[in-house]
């Protein structure tokens, strides 16, 4: 009797010590997103989310040490969400029926076993849309941004805001859009840049002034569906693509290849620009540009699985001409 008073003692005060540990490491996630809730109860609610998550992160990582998966997570700024709360954070919309594209025609050119714009200065700093569920236009400006690049020699941040209060024909603002959709109103408005027509994350008035426009688009090329060889020979002779991807699994994304059986090719619902490729410790891979802060990933990054249509990679690719 006695040993098992001893042993029931052991387990109480480990398992205290796992909660102050978690109460620590919940007390720095706060501060670090700037977290604030409006009464105990919702505090007390988003700690319980939080340790949730927290323990999948901690079982996940304990199967990458085994190397039994190819990538690490970590707690990012949604470690307080439930998986409902996130996929209702996705919010690109499907593609409907487009009136004009220019199909993408491979040339069977050989490319370079990695390609990495940041480099050739084609990518502008990490972005995040906050709140917003505006992840169509940041794909769109970071491709034009690569255009821009390429025609000008110059590259300019330019404006999500614009498209999330002006291109309202087709997008709804902070509750989704879509992308290739949208690049008609590139070609007819252009784009302003960041510091004319700033970001707020949310639903504005249009305060479109087309004597600050940075730049138009002259057309957009839609590749293959399912052609990761044409997504290949594009993403290395051209620049940055927009692509759409079900991101429902990568919220807790940290670093290394990801792969998950369960990503879907059929649930598109988050807008991103690979920007490059390689491969990592035998895994090819395709460098992505997310906008949801350094915070996320790999400094806001994150290499996404090669070859096998991961999370519906190459089902939805674009990029414009300048």
């Given at each position: ?167 309202t024909d087709v997008n709804d603002g902070c509750q989704g859009g879509f992308m290739t959709e949208t690049l008609p109103y590139v070609e007819q408005y252009g784009l302003q840049s960041e510091e004319t027509y ?125």
């Amino acid at each position: 009797m006695k040993a098992f008073f001893l042993a029931s003692l052991l387990v109480v005060a480990a398992s205290a010590s796992l909660l102050q540990e978690h109460a620590v490491k919940f007390q720095a996630f706060k501060m670090a997103h700037g977290r604030t809730y409006l009464n105990q109860v919702e505090e007390a609610k988003r700690f319980s989310i939080f340790r949730d998550n927290l323990r999948s992160i901690e079982e996940h990582n304990a199967l990458y040490e085994q190397g039994l998966v190819s990538y690490k997570q970590k707690i990012t700024k949604f470690a307080d969400k439930t998986k409902e709360e996130f996929k209702a954070f996705l919010t690109l919309h499907k593609k409907p029926t487009l009136s004009k594209t220019t199909k993408y025609v491979k040339t069977g050119v050989a490319v370079p076993d990695s390609v990495d714009w940041r480099q050739q200065g084609q990518v502008t700093p990490i972005k995040d849309q906050g709140n917003c569920g505006s992840c169509w236009a940041f794909s769109i400006t970071g491709t034009t941004e690569g255009a821009y690049y390429r025609k000008n020699g110059k590259l300019v941040s330019l404006s999500e805001q614009q498209l999330v209060d002006c291109a309202t024909d087709v997008n709804d603002g902070c509750q989704g859009g879509f992308m290739t959709e949208t690049l008609p109103y590139v070609e007819q408005y252009g784009l302003q840049s960041e510091e004319t027509y700033p970001y707020v994350a949310q639903d504005n008035a249009c305060s479109y002034n087309a004597s600050k426009v940075v730049t138009k688009i002259s057309s957009y090329v839609v590749l293959p569906v399912e052609d990761e060889n044409a997504l290949l020979e594009a993403v290395a002779t051209v620049g940055p693509v927009s692509v759409a991807i079900d991101a429902y699994y990568i919220d807790s994304y940290g670093s290394g290849v990801f792969e998950d059986a369960d990503c879907s090719p059929d649930f598109l619902n988050h807008g991103v620009v690979i920007v490059g490729y390689g491969t990592e410790n035998g895994k090819d891979y395709w460098l992505v540009k997310n906008s949801w802060g350094t915070g996320w990933g790999e400094e806001g990054y994150m290499k996404m699985a090669r070859g096998i249509n991961m999370c519906g990679i190459s089902e939805e690719t674009v990029y414009p001409v300048v």
